[in-house]
């Protein structure tokens, strides 16, 4: 079974400041995909990255994946209220992209106004 | 466009009660999947299929049948519901697999077992 652990578990951050989240494994992915998910809702899509070493930015956001495609970080600069939510990694199976996509155990962010 | 639609949205169940949980996609996606999600966990995958007629097991498949007998529909049936089936269920749809392939999630299922 791959396993994708993400740091921290909890994060709650003043208005403005900066912040990162990881997400780590021992397994390859093909792709790496983040996620947000807001209380009552599903998940959303924010980001894929699918090549070793990919930078994607997303207005305050900025995703990487890991040289090795084991891993991946989420920053975000300045961050605001409407940032708040649980955010979850997803990593594609090595042959079939997300036909079985293996979950993060998420990071709930709490920005204080 | 309703997207991934998922009924009921809370549900409470007596211990060995059976019951149906609905899916339903208007994206004409061929890949569906059922994940549980626990705090701490993530989500879990726990049927999938790729295609009408076609069914596979995820991660935490016991205790749970599916059918996919269209390719709108993909209801997840609790056989004999348990206290550790308490928890969210989520319901999601995509193209066929593939690495750029985003997965589209109904707004869940809140599922109390007593």
């Known amino acids: 079974t791959q396993l994708l652990e993400q740091s921290p578990q909890f994060l709650s951050i003043q208005e403005g400041e900066n912040l990162t989240v990881y997400c780590n494994s021992s397994s390859v992915f093909s792709s790496l995909q983040w996620y947000r998910q807001e209380p009552g809702e599903g998940p959303v899509l924010l980001v894929t990255?699918?090549?070793?070493?990919e930078v994607k930015k997303l207005k305050r956001l900025t995703f990487q994946f890991g040289d090795a495609r084991k891993d991946s970080s989420l920053h975000i600069t300045a961050a605001q209220p409407g940032d708040t939510g649980l955010y979850l990694c997803a990593g594609g199976a090595s042959n079939f992209g997300n036909e079985k996509l293996t979950f993060g155990t998420g990071t709930r962010l709490t920005i204080i106004p | 466009n309703a997207g991934v639609t998922q009924t009921p949205k809370f549900q409470v169940l007596k211990t060995g009660q059976s019951m149906t949980l609905q899916c339903a996609q208007d994206?004409?996606?061929?890949?569906m999947s059922w994940y549980r999600q626990d705090p701490g966990m993530g989500l879990r995958l726990i049927h999938y299929?790729?295609?009408?007629?076609?069914?596979d097991q995820g991660e935490v498949p016991n205790g749970y049948n599916v059918s996919r007998s269209t390719t709108e529909d993909f209801p997840l049936r609790l056989l004999s519901a348990a206290p550790s089936q308490t928890s969210v269920y989520f319901c999601a749809s995509s193209y066929f697999p593939g690495p750029n392939t985003e997965a589209f999630f109904g707004q869940g299922t809140r599922l109390t077992v007593v």
């Open positions: 994206m004409n996606h061929e890949y």
């Open positions: 299929s790729v295609g009408a007629g076609i069914t």
């Open positions: 990255v699918v090549t070793g070493g």
